[in-house]
T-cell receptor, first 115, second 115 residues
């Protein structure tokens, strides 16, 4: 089974609107961390936001927030007030607590912001 | 610089030749990862090193691929008898041991083209 599933290969959003990028995960560990990364066309991977499995509140970092629904095993990224510079690939990732540092990545979602 | 350093940044090689890709992680990071990314695709896990433990080689696509990490620091990914389907960006990343929330830091990648 896939550890991380991103079901939206491509998404479009109007500038200044909010957009949600979906991510579901699969783990039997009680302790794990969830991450989102942005990869612009230049290729570098940029860390955006982190959510720990024991965190009671959803993580927020500026215009990014993580909608963490533990029972549903989902960790959706919400980008508010989209900007043209948000156009990029977005990857969801998980680190399991019991297996050390191993990171699992999803297949990514390509986001295009329309002016 | 203090980031993950990869070399060469670009490599064009003839089919059937061997190539070596180098990764110099952030000083003190015990975990080192290699991923492969084909054009417009997601991250394909190749291999993971954690300290002095045996590496997780489960992602290596064939026995033409191998990697080593000397002295717990620099890593070399070797591809023997390259094929055209090996053309991709090879990304290296490193992470400190410890807190679950530690992100991994990526290098800028080595772009490999097999002609």
């Amino acid at each position: 089974a896939q550890k991380i599933t991103q079901t939206q290969p491509g998404m479009f959003v109007q500038e200044k609107e909010a957009v949600t990028l979906d991510c579901t995960y699969d783990t039997s560990d009680q302790s794990y961390g969830l991450f989102w990364y942005k990869q612009p066309s230049s290729g570098e991977m940029i860390f955006l936001i982190y959510q720990g499995s024991y965190d009671e509140q959803n993580a927020t970092e500026g215009r990014y927030s993580l909608n963490f629904q533990k029972a549903r095993k989902s960790a959706n990224l919400v980008i508010s007030a989209s900007q043209l510079g948000d156009s990029a690939m977005y990857f969801c990732a998980m680190r399991e607590g019991n297996t050390g540092n191993q990171f699992y990545f999803g297949t990514g979602t390509s986001l295009t912001v329309i002016p | 610089g203090a980031g993950v350093s990869q070399s060469p940044s670009n490599k064009v090689t003839e089919k059937g030749k061997d190539v070596e890709l180098r990764c110099d992680p952030i000083s003190g990071h015990t975990a080192l990862y290699w991923y492969r990314q084909s054009l417009g695709q997601g991250l394909e896990f190749l291999i993971y090193f954690q300290g002095n433990s045996a590496p997780d080689k489960s992602g290596l696509p064939s026995d033409r691929f191998s990697a080593e990490r000397t002295g717990g620091s620099v890593s070399t990914l070797t591809i023997q008898r390259t094929q055209q389907e090996d053309s991709a960006v090879y990304l290296c990343a490193s992470s400190p041991r410890g807190a679950l929330g530690n992100t991994i830091y990526f290098g800028e990648g080595s772009w490999l083209t097999v002609v």
